[in-house]
């Protein structure tokens, strides 16, 4: 052994302990060591020095392993395929090789190794061999493959929990259903001659039939396995469009408050089910106050810098809702977007409402995250993706907002435009009949697009208006509207745009950006 030390006393790579007490307090320590096997190896792997850890761990006593080959620990399978010498050449040519792997024992049984190895070099930089260290962590190996053994198998009851829940409510749904579709072709096959009673019971039919699409729409929803038809949209135009439908389900007793952030970038969804999720939401949160209380709708653009969750960084719109309800401990919020999973009464509720919402989210790769606190309300976050190449809606414009002057004799049809013309980021002139407008015209040159209708009071239509119109201003920009079919109208001219009653927020801006552009 004595001699062994001598031959790689260089194996120090920086320092030069040297033969004495400093060589005889590293063999104590070395051999001191239990836990581990360390040794030496020669430049062809050859054992060169043992300690007590190799000895515990593998049963070889020294005299017996100095001088084999370190590769008849490993196992035949490692040998065919030439990790010992791999293992050498990686710790040379790399600075160290590190890998957990099968190794054997004297007897022949196996256990679970953490192996480094390490070149060692003398004074003058010549390769003169390795040390080797070995530590048996089977113990370790065992019990972290007795906790993922374990885990699994909570994720398979979870897994069997869910499916249980959601078998109960599909068969309780749809036995439901059946029995409206059944009974009433069961009494209409009775033939009564009551044409009357007849109709009435397939409208029954056909809503449970209805309500049967809706379920397996959000099954699939859930499940992501729905059809999407996405399109560009700008989802301030789609929740604008759909408010008076959000307000019709709250009641009159809970308050619809908007903030819809300017700028936000186009994304890519199916706008049915994008207002179907939205509608979701907004019902749950109707439910989380049963005395009323406020939803506050909002949308802002988000930039994810790091990957949470379902995100990868990048640029999202948030649309979140925001209620003022009883809010949700955690072990609710836990099981919140889980099919069927509801703390609703038998028959308030399907408990697909949010699971569709995620399913949604997730299939137009985005995300949903709840925030709640009991007594103090819920706030759903809704993450969608902004459009590749998507500019935000007033991105570079950073003059005055561009003049438009509305004009449309309808009080009402006038107050729903000019919202929409404001919410769009267009500041807003009004009038009522063409000569009011021309008036305008005359003494604002800051007008750049005239939005009229085209059927008007007084004599003067909106085509008719338009003609004049263009004779004191001939680089207006002109948009024409109507509720009545094109043909029926007179003739539009071919340099202005029209726009058929009703129209959506949407649609509209996306004719005034048709519009020839500014200056």
């Given amino acids: 052994m004595q001699g062994e030390l001598q031959k790689f006393e260089g194996i120090r790579p920086t320092t030069e302990l040297g033969l004495g007490e400093s060589e005889r307090q590293f063999r104590l320590l070395v051999q001191g060591v239990t836990d581990y096997a360390i040794y030496m190896l020669d430049t062809d792997g050859k054992i060169a020095s043992w300690n007590a850890g190799g000895q515990r761990i593998k049963g ?182 759909a408010e008076s439908v959000l307000r019709r389900g709250v009641g009159d007793n809970v308050e619809i408050e908007l903030s819809l952030g300017r700028g936000i970038g186009e994304v890519s969804v199916d706008a049915p089910e994008f207002e179907a999720a939205l509608l979701n939401l907004v019902v749950n949160a109707r439910d989380s106050m049963p005395e009323g209380g406020r939803i506050t709708l909002s949308t802002r653009e988000h930039y994810q810098k790091d990957t949470e969750g379902r995100r990868s960084p990048g640029r999202y719109v948030l649309v979140t809702v925001d209620d003022t309800g009883t809010g949700m401990p955690p072990e609710i919020i836990e099981h919140a977007m889980e099919p069927f999973f509801t703390t609703k009464e038998v028959g308030k509720g399907s408990g697909l409402g949010l699971s569709q919402v995620y399913g949604f989210a997730v299939q137009s ?107 004191l201003r001939p680089e207006l920009r002109v948009l024409l509207a109507s509720g009545y079919a094109r043909g029926q109208l007179p003739t539009i001219p071919d340099d202005c745009d029209f726009i058929p009653k009703p129209y959506r927020v949407e649609d509209l801006q996306k004719r005034l950006a048709a519009l020839a552009p500014r200056g």
């Fill in 60 to 241: 070889y006593e020294a005299e017996e392993i100095i001088g084999q080959h370190f590769s008849r620990f490993y196992t035949d399978e490692d040998r065919v395929r030439n990790e010992p010498a791999h293992a050498l050449e990686t710790a040379r040519t790399q600075g160290r090789f590190e890998k957990e792997g099968w190794r054997l024992r004297k007897d022949g049984t196996r256990f679970w190794a953490h192996v480094v190895i390490d070149p060692v070099y003398d004074d003058d930089g010549t390769h003169i061999g390795y040390a080797k260290v070995t530590r048996d962590i089977s113990e370790r190996r065992e019990q972290q493959r007795a906790l993922e053994v374990a885990q699994q198998a909570m994720l398979q009851a979870h897994r069997m929990e869910a499916i249980g829940q959601l078998t109960y409510g599909v068969a309780h749904d749809f036995n439901n259903l059946l029995t409206v579709i059944t009974n009433s072709l069961d009494l209409i096959a009775v033939d009564t001659g009551d044409a009357q009673r007849v109709r009435r019971l397939i409208a029954g039919a056909n809503r449970a039939a209805q309500r049967g699409s809706l379920l397996t729409r959000q099954l699939l929803a859930y499940s992501r396995q729905q059809t999407l038809r996405p399109e560009v949209h700008d989802l301030n135009a789609l929740i604008y469009a």
């Fill in 365 to 471: 790769g985005g995300d949903v995250t709840i925030d709640s606190t009991p007594r103090e309300g819920t706030t759903i976050s809704f993450y969608l993706p902004v459009r590749s190449g998507s500019t935000s809606l007033h991105e570079g414009d950073t003059g005055a907002p561009v003049k438009v002057l509305l004009v449309e004799d309808d009080p009402d049809v006038q107050a729903m435009a000019i919202e929409s013309l404001r919410y769009l980021g267009y500041a807003v002139l009004t009038a009522d009949e063409g000569q009011a407008a021309l008036d305008i015209l005359s003494r604002d040159s800051e007008v750049e697009i005239l939005f009229t209708d085209v059927v008007m009071p007084r004599g003067m239509s909106g085509v008719d208006l338009y003609r004049e119109a263009r004779k």
